[in-house]
């Protein structure tokens, strides 16, 4: 989706503007998005819910929504409309996405350049003629801001999941010529006879810590998976 990245910034690129965002085709081959905390309870309505597989013991991946098989994003039409009630943030921020900065450890906003939404001609102006930030790129940079706090909120929620050992690896089959056939793998879901066999002080401490609602969306999200097959 991101497919060529740079650095926001107000002297080269002083007369962008953006153009209003009305079709989705940019995500028709996204077949996961990552989610915060906050969108999981209106997100498991339509979507299925699932952990992506961590690749090594200090990566924590944020939860995924699954939206098709590979490379297919079934919630947008052939005319770029997206078709489910709830359009992730992943989606909704594009083309901007914060990346990391060398200065202080911060974020630095960043645009890809190939999207066809950035316009030197037509679109409202992210920077005013003196190179101050609009109206316009303020409130974007708030929304990336508030979701890179609710990603790293919600990757610490999932690290707790993690080492209590109730996620476990699944994978998605279907028939395929009359034979069960892998479709989707590399994630993981929380396995019920784990969450239930853990203690009343550890379920208490995951209340208080908001881990409940996570737990909840995620496994009633997962009768979803069925409109993907």
Not at 15 to 41: C, G, H, V, W
Not at 78 to 87: H, L, P, V
Not at 111 to 140: A, C, H, V, W
């Amino acid at each position: 989706m991101f497919k060529n990245t740079e650095v926001l910034d107000s002297n080269k690129h002083q007369t962008l503007k953006l153009k209003p965002i009305d079709n989705f085709s940019f995500a028709r081959q996204q077949s996961f998005a990552p989610i915060s905390y906050t969108e999981m309870i209106i997100a498991a309505r339509e979507y299925a819910i699932v952990f992506p597989k961590a690749i090594n013991d200090t990566s924590n991946p944020l939860p995924v929504v699954l939206l098709g098989l590979t490379n297919t994003n079934q919630f947008v039409d052939e005319q770029g409309r997206w078709t489910g009630r709830y359009i992730p943030a992943h989606f909704r921020r594009y083309p901007f996405i914060l990346g990391s900065s060398e200065q202080n450890n911060s974020f630095a906003v960043m645009i890809d350049t190939d999207s066809e939404y950035l316009s030197n001609e037509q679109g409202e102006p992210l920077f005013d003629s003196n190179g101050k930030q609009t109206e316009t790129l303020t409130k974007i940079t708030g929304f990336l801001g508030l979701f890179q706090q609710e990603a790293a909120l919600t990757m610490d929620l999932v690290r707790i999941l993690r080492a209590s050992g109730v996620l476990v690896e699944q994978q998605i089959q279907r028939q395929i010529n009359g034979e069960n056939q892998t479709v989707i793998n590399g994630f993981e879901a929380i396995d019920q006879a784990k969450l239930n066999a853990i203690g009343d002080d550890l379920f208490l401490q995951w209340r208080k810590q908001g881990l409940l609602p996570l737990i909840y969306a995620h496994l009633s999200s997962l009768d979803n998976i069925r409109q993907l097959l």
